[in-house]
């Protein structure tokens, strides 16, 4: 199984409060040909860790002090995929590890033949969902480029008497003599005090 996504090798924040588990887990993980750039032992210094870190991944145990691994998960996903471990498949756990956006969820006692396909899903998965988050923030801008660009159209077809093409190629034309976007154009003609300096 390729443990890497390039040359560089996968970086892992790990968090787990038993320090016996996380020294395995640790040990494990460099054997397999991943990379630990830090540790934790509670999901608030975890959070910290992965701030300081930028990982490709955080392992989180589930049952952690100061701060459990779902609750830290919440707010480590925005900035890496998540994988949970716990010795618990109680449904309820599960259903929390995934609503707080966790990508894997293994449970104890694992093997690095449990975790790796595990890792390389939940990296996976993660790249995937920002990209169409991406996509999706794109063709939304886009959308909205087109409404405001139809509104602007329609204010000069009225204004200066001109077709629907007309009016486009004075949009394009004022944003190439402008240096401006067609969008920023098209904002202009809609609310003249809005034109940039």
Not at 3 to 18: H, K, L, N, Y
Not at 47 to 64: G, H, R, S, Y
Not at 109 to 122: C, M, Q, W, Y
Request: negative net charge; contains cysteine; proline residues 5%.
């Amino acid at each position: 199984m390729e443990t890497q996504t390039s040359q560089t090798p996968v970086r892992i924040v790990v968090a787990e409060d038993e320090a016996l588990i996380r020294m395995d887990l640790v040990e494990m993980l460099g054997e397999a040909g991943y990379q630990v750039v830090a540790q934790a032992a509670d999901g608030a210094q975890a959070i910290e860790l992965v701030k300081e870190n930028q990982p490709d991944l955080a392992i989180l145990d589930v049952k952690m002090p100061v701060l459990d691994g779902i609750s830290a998960a919440e707010e480590i996903i925005n900035t890496c995929p998540v994988l949970m471990l716990t010795a618990f498949s109680q449904r309820e756990l599960v259903d929390r590890a995934r609503d707080a956006g966790v990508m894997a969820y293994v449970l104890k006692p694992f093997t690095i033949n449990d975790l790796v396909p595990a890792i390389e899903i939940a990296i996976s998965r993660h790249l995937q969902m920002r990209s169409l988050a991406a996509e999706v923030a794109d063709l939304h801008d886009r959308l909205e480029t087109r409404k405001i660009i139809d509104r602007a159209k329609g204010i000069l077809m009225a204004a200066l008497n001109l077709t629907e093409p007309q009016a486009f190629s004075w949009i394009q034309k004022a944003a190439m003599d402008r240096r401006l976007t067609m969008k920023e154009v098209a904002q202009a003609v809609i609310s003249p005090d809005a034109v940039p300096r």
